[in-house]
Nanobody
Framework: EVSLVESEGGLVQAGGSLRLSCATSGFVFDDYAIAWFRQAPGKDREGISCIYIREGRTLYADSVRGRFTTSNDNAKNTNYLQMNSLKPEDTAVYYC??????????????????WGQGTQVTVSL
């Protein structure tokens, strides 16, 4: 059974950092792209990062590029999202997702087969 489990998010002050993890099981980790999405209240879900080791490819949305970094620990079948220089507009529920077809041109939620349950990140002023 496929499973993706995000780590607990939290409350952080603007300018601070937070690292989320996405622990996976039930599929061959190297064969899947792992993406992160987020959804703020009243807004659409936004794809913010994707990593696909088999192609050595990473993608970031403009809104997080240069501040967020995604990486994989293949030994632990776990993906990480390191978030630095956080802003109040980063406040959202964050989800990880997996797709066997790799990172696409755009990080679109309909492309992803498997999802975590989501974790709340709140950035205060």
């Amino acid at each position: 059974e496929v499973s993706l489990v995000e780590s607990e998010g939290g409350l952080v002050q603007a300018g601070g950092s937070l690292r989320l993890s996405c622990a996976t099981s039930g599929f061959v980790f190297d064969d899947y792209a792992i993406a992160w999405f987020r959804q703020a209240p009243g807004k659409d879900r936004e794809g913010i990062s994707c990593i696909y080791i088999r192609e050595g490819r990473t993608l970031y949305a403009d809104s997080v590029r240069g501040r967020f970094t995604t990486s994989n620990d293949n030994a632990k079948n776990t993906n990480y999202l390191q978030m630095n220089s956080l802003k109040p507009e980063d406040t959202a529920v964050y989800y990880c997702a997996a797709d066997p077809l790799g990172c696409h041109q755009r990080i679109e939620e309909y492309e992803y087969d498997y999802w975590g349950q989501g974790t709340q990140v709140t950035v205060s002023l």
